[in-house]
């Protein structure tokens, strides 16, 4: 069995860009702000993927992953990351 699986990564849009611009006249707490990444997302659909997400589509295990423009940029850094992340189990 095949199961199509579609990600919706972090936008980073509106009112959310004066988070990273930094005001003078406010003080910022910088310990508050989350990180913006959008890899990030696209690492844990993959990990969910290979980890339970074949079984709970009922789907093999196997995957063909790909992207257009952007989708496709994070999906080859994604790739990339995981390859070169350290195994700590």
Request: aromatic share 6%; glycine share 6%; net charge negative.
């Amino acid at each position: 069995n095949a199961a199509v699986v579609s990600v919706d990564y972090s936008l980073l849009e509106g009112d959310a860009q004066s988070t990273f611009k930094g005001n003078a006249n406010e003080a910022k707490d910088v310990n508050n702000l989350q990180a913006f990444d959008p890899v990030n997302d696209v690492i844990t659909v993959i990990d969910w993927i290979e980890s339970t997400g074949a079984g709970e589509l009922n789907a093999d295990t196997s995957y063909v992953a790909s992207g257009e423009s952007s989708g496709a940029h994070l999906l080859l850094l994604a790739m990339l990351r995981r390859r070169d992340r350290v195994d700590t189990s």
